[in-house]
């Protein structure tokens, strides 16, 4: 992962866009992805708001979670002094609390607007869409699609600036790049997918056994590499090749869109320090 180009120019261009738009906001909404609280907050938001405005964090995609793993976050959150809000934007849980948790930290009535911000395809534009009532923002599956700056009115008093997800040039932690790489938010045409969903296999035997042997009848032996995962798990789907190859590449393909559709079960890759 570590040598994997994942910051298009774009994404310098939509800091300083952010940058610059912050005058025009009360606020900033990071959404963040609840499986992977740390690895989906990015570090460069750090430098772009510095304390300029007030910022609510957006764990969004709770109901795929794993809710005792959650529940470490909420306390680790209330701990430090972090403004949080758990939504699903694809349900709409928890979303219609945002006007009046934002207003409560900003400490303003009257018209409103916030910046809504995060790395690609953590749900930013669902999100935008469930709390506007209609389609606002342009969605997708796939990183990479909201490009420029988008308002979106809520209502008459309170509007919403969408902007384009961004990651940061490097990550240290190569373990980062990977469980963004599983949820989607670094595209899958500039990785190899068969050696990311080895990886995966590997995430999901330490922390949910259970729910590999239960999805794809397979024995996760603590023994076995993660291709060998791989293969054992296509093998169960029955993806074989003329000759009796198996089919990685499919089974991957199909891991990776399991994994990222919840279809698993409630799961978390990374807890509080």
């Keep these: 992962m570590a040598e994997v180009q994942w910051f298009p120019g774009h994404m310098k261009k939509a800091q300083r866009m952010m940058a610059d738009s912050l005058k025009l906001v009360d606020a900033v909404c990071e959404v963040a992805d609840a499986r992977i609280p740390y690895s989906s907050r990015n ?6 708001i510095a304390g300029r405005k007030p910022r609510l964090l957006i764990l969004n995609r709770a109901d795929q979670a794993d809710p005792n793993v959650t529940a470490l976050w909420r306390a680790y959150y209330k701990e430090n002094g972090v403004a949080f809000l758990e939504c699903d934007a694809r349900s709409g849980r928890g979303v219609k609390d945002l006007s009046r948790t934002l207003r409560d930290l900003v400490g303003k009535a009257g018209p409103m607007r916030a910046m809504v911000a995060g790395v690609p395809n ?32 809520v209502d008459s008093q309170f509007e919403l600036l969408d902007t384009p997800g961004i990651l940061w040039p490097r990550f240290d932690d190569p373990a980062v790049g ?9 595209k899958d045409q500039i990785l190899d997918g068969e050696d990311l969903a080895a990886k995966l296999l590997v995430t999901l035997r330490a922390g949910y056994p259970k729910a590999l042997a239960e999805r794809y009848k397979i024995d996760p032996d603590p023994a076995l590499q993660g291709w060998e995962l791989l293969e054992a798990c296509a093998r169960k789907r029955g993806f074989l090749m003329s000759g009796g190859v198996v089919d990685t590449e499919r089974m991957a393909a199909v891991l990776l869109d399991e994994f990222r559709g919840g279809k698993l079960g ?3 890759l990374e807890k509080p320090a």
Aim: with cysteine; charged share 25%.
């Design 43 to 48: 570090p460069d938001l750090d430098g772009i």
């Design 266 to 268: 409630r799961i978390s």
């Design 122 to 153: 953590v749900g930013k534009s669902t999100f935008i869409n469930k709390v506007c009532g209609r389609k606002a923002a342009a969605v997708s599956d796939r990183p990479g699609v909201t490009r420029g700056k988008q308002w979106a009115a």
């Design 178 to 186: 990977d469980r963004l790489a599983f949820t989607g938010a670094v």
